[in-house]
């Protein structure tokens, strides 16, 4: 099972951006706990971080036909980004939406996803705990779905 975590913009800047929402732990630490989680569980995890829309969606375009499943947080892109969500549909790879924060205690443009009708799951509000829960949500996901 290879997977691909994909962070959006902004989100290079944890530990140091916004603690009270988003916390101290620093990308590279989230993504070295997730990587660790995977390798014990058999799984393969590439992790990609950018700023750029196009080149999440170049990312996304990569992927098809190598990657089982996406893990997302699109930051501020979840909620403005059709052409993301196009790209995520058009990949038909199965993917679960996470936020640090809890989107929907916050303003009310954070309320709307134009990712969330098509993922496998969303989860939102736990911290770095997000990408934890949302890797196992994913790998559960993909070891029911393709043994059956
Ligand atoms: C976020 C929530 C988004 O609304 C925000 O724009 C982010 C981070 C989160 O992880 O809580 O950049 O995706």
């Known amino acids: 099972m290879n997977l691909l975590l994909i962070n ?3 989100l290079n800047l944890l ?3 916004e ?4 916390g101290t732990t620093t990308l590279v630490d989230i993504e070295q706990q997730l990587r660790a989680k995977a390798e014990a569980e058999g799984v393969s995890l590439d992790c990609f971080q950018s700023n750029f829309e196009g080149a999440l969606i170049d990312r996304i375009q990569e992927s098809m036909g190598v990657v089982s499943g996406i893990l997302i947080n699109a930051g501020a892109f979840t909620h403005t980004s059709i052409a993301l969500r196009d790209a995520l549909l058009g990949s038909a790879i199965p993917y679960v939406e996470l936020h640090l924060s809890n989107t929907y205690s916050r ?3 954070r309320q ?3 990712l969330a009708d098509h993922a496998v799951g969303v ?3 736990f ?6 829960l949302a890797l196992d949500g994913l790998m559960a996901y993909l070891r029911r779905t393709q043994s059956a």
Not at 127 to 132: D, E, I, R, T
Request: glycine letters at 16%; a neutral charge.
């Open 127 to 132: 911290g770095a705990f997000s990408y934890l």
């Open 8 to 10: 959006g913009p902004n």
């Open 107 to 109: 303003e009310p443009f």
């Open 19 to 22: 603690p009270s929402f988003y």
């Open 123 to 125: 989860i939102t509000g």
């Open 112 to 114: 709307n996803s134009y």
């Open 15 to 17: 530990g140091q951006r």
